[in-house]
């Protein structure tokens, strides 16, 4: 939100109070206080209708400080507030003389945050010597509009080329800069400035982060109020936001999702091919079992199937009951599915339309949210008469998930959580919450219902939603989608930028529909969007009013999605230990190409393409006659596909066909191929080949690949022109090297061997 005309004057009917003068600092063990009065105080009459702002700098965790900006701090804390995952470290606080100035430090970790105690209102955040950003004299604001309105604001210092990334799932530039970002969920498809996924962090490439802790709308212009500074504000009284130390971006983003949380592991299974019967279209069984045939006869690997909303009655949604005149056998037909070998999915929404047997069921049992005169709050859009289920109380959380648990009995594996953006803001929670506060929370609620079931009945590891809202934390119950984007190529980039504009955000894991939602892509759309699908770390064909069959496009479809399915399955383990880096230190699989190469300027503002896990460079061709710019990162390149090898860093403009994408492998990278392209799980490392790239003079390195419940490691060295591969708790494997040279055997128990150049 915008407070101010031009740099030196408010708009009209805005007043401001800001930090001038320090007047008392109070260390506690792990706090420091600031008083700052907003006028300076030269005699005891100053202190008289003068307002104070109160700062309090904490830490939850090493590297990571807190500020909290209050105003008057008698308000009520209704909740919801994000949990975060505290572990709080080597605190110090300190009031050393900096370069003649006295200041008030608090240090976490490696991140100092350094107060001025004289002179204007400085609070500096330093990291090895280097300040990363700062709050500055006209940075901190206690403002109320003509309405009567009272914000808290903050504005930290941008340097000279600085980028910013993050703010959810964005679907503009992936450098933020110049940006008005409202943090606000909302069903806005993929075409404008709306997100399903809000998150309030966001990331820099001077070497931080900044998360602003809070759930409610918080209103960022990223270099729009202030050209020089990053700023965020929120309606109310206080403000609470944190630093998050680097250096690197990846640092950023381990301190970031431990303090909000890591995605959980996802089941293999669940990396390979989902096919959908799309939104409105109409099936049975029998259209079911030709979907699933048809992938069989053109031996397309198929690993879930997902049955979309009309799975359960017209007007009916949610209640959970399927179709009986469309399919009067549901467990018949599901046994029948996955005795071939497929997991199931079905779509669910957190909405209960009037006219299903559950709006009177919760309504009667309290579970549904009320209006403040004790209704049940209600509107026609979306479903009749739909109301919304309150997940503020722990009861209505168990009474959804006895629905979903009979869904489970039946055999289905997995839900799609689709919706959870349009909550409203004049309803009353159970547990006394903040409407507002509520708005983009819901959805945590939500996701994370489901998913707890899932882990209490499948097991950790083999509960897997495909969710389409969230906001901070969310990346905690994987996977993500990105909504509903049209079927053409322009949707297909800004499809991807709102996935790597999410990874910069904390989420590990995330899909597209591939050809597109809306509408029917024509042949060309649909088959260059396959190789973006299904080098993703998530792949499903999903439409509106259409079928997403290869079949049903051409058979160059067919030929396409058969290659690219095999080699998605094929890279496994190395897909897998991608997921495994997500889990543990909360890395996305797929990842901006300035993730990979933070010092590569080059890098910077590159949206086009990405890094599928550290070693792998995707470009998808984003038009019909197959040209492709490619930004090409320091070192010579290897062609997954061909064995051709380009050397950057420089631009590359290539031409491929529709069963050709770039793919580039990076230099010095050890790859792990598997033995079998028809499924995604089992045991990776079992005959899994190494195929080794570029390797210097002096590499070292050791890879893990996941093998049943444990890991198989491989140590690479290269002395001179021999490269050495010493293999532990392999079944099977191999190594080639160079491309397409010959194969050594490498996992007789903890063998060693030599591939020479």
Known sequence: MKFTDGYWQLLPGVTELRPRHVDDVVAGEDTLTVYASTAPIVTRGDTLNRPLVTVTLHSPMDGVVGVTIEHFQGGLDRGPRFELHRSVGDVKITTPQLNGAPVAMLRSGPLEA??????????????????????????????????????????????????????????????????????????????????????????????????????????????????????????????TYYVVAGPTPKDVLRRYTALTGRPARVPDWSYGLWLSTSFTTSYDEATVTHFVDGMAERDLPLSVFHFDCFWM??????????????????????????????????????????????FA???????????????????????????????????????????????????VDCFKTDFGERIPTDVVWHDGSDPQRMHNYYTHLYNRCVFELLEAERGAGEAVLFARSATAGGQQYPVHWGGDCESTFVSMAESLRGGLSLALSG???????????????????????????????????????????????????????RRFTRLKLSLMPYLAQAGRVAHEEGLPVMRPMVLEFPHDRGAATVDTQYMLGESLLVAPVFSADGDVDVYVPEGTWTSLLTGEQVTGPRWVRERHGFDSV?????????????????????????????????????????????????????????????????????????????????????AAGTAEVEVRV
């Open 507 to 561: 989420f590990g894991f995330w899909s597209h529909d591939i050809g597109g939602f809306e509408g029917v892509p024509d042949a060309a759309v649909f088959k260059r969007w396959l190789p973006f699908g299904l080098l993703s770390s998530h792949s499903r064909l999903h439409g509106s009013d259409s079928y997403r069959v290869p079949w049903a496009f051409d058979e160059e479809a067919v030929e396409v999605t």
């Open 114 to 239: 350094r107060v001025a105690t004289e002179g204007d209102w400085s609070v500096e955040f330093v990291a090895d010597g280097r300040v990363l950003t700062s709050s500055v004299a006209r940075s901190v604001g206690v403002l109320t509009d003509a309405a009567g309105r009272h914000f808290v604001r903050e504005q930290l210092t941008l340097g000279v080329g600085e980028h910013v990334y993050g703010l959810g799932e964005r679907f503009g530039a992936l450098v933020k800069n110049g940006q008005t970002v409202d943090i606000w969920n909302a069903d806005g498809g993929t075409a404008s400035d709306q997100a399903y996924k809000n998150v309030p962090f966001y990331l820099s490439d001077a070497g931080y982060g900044v998360f602003v802790d809070q759930p409610e709308r918080v209103s960022f212009e990223i270099g729009t109020e202030v050209v020089s500074r990053a700023q965020f504000s929120v309606e109310g009284q206080s403000l």
């Open 361 to 411: 069921e919760g309504k009667e049992l309290g579970h549904l949210v009320r209006n403040a005169d004790g209704s049940v709050w209600q509107w026609n859009l979306w479903q009749a008469g739909m109301a919304l289920v309150d997940f503020t109380s722990p009861d209505a959380v168990a009474w959804y998930q006895g629905k979903l648990r009979t869904l489970l009995d039946q055999g």
């Open 662 to 746: 770039p793919l580039y492998v990076r230099p010095g990278a050890v790859l792990p191929v598997g033995a079998r392209d028809d499924r995604p799980d089992g045991d990776h490392a079992d005959g899994v080949t190494l195929r080794l790239f570029g390797l210097a003079d002096g590499h070292v390195s050791t890879l893990r690949v996941p093998s049943g419940d444990g890991e198989a490691t491989f140590e690479v060295r290269r002395t001179g022109a021999t490269v050495r591969v010493r293999a532990a708790g392999a079944p099977g494997a191999w190594a080639v090297h160079p491309w397409g040279g010959e194969r050594v055997d490498v």
């Open 313 to 358: 009655r017209q007007f009916h949604w949610s209640d959970f009951v399927w179709d009986p005149g469309t399919f009067p056998d549901p467990e018949g037909m599901l046994r029948r599915l996955k005795e071939r070998g497929l997991r199931i999915c079905v779509w669910i929404n957190p909405y209960i339309a009037q006219r299903s047997a559950l």
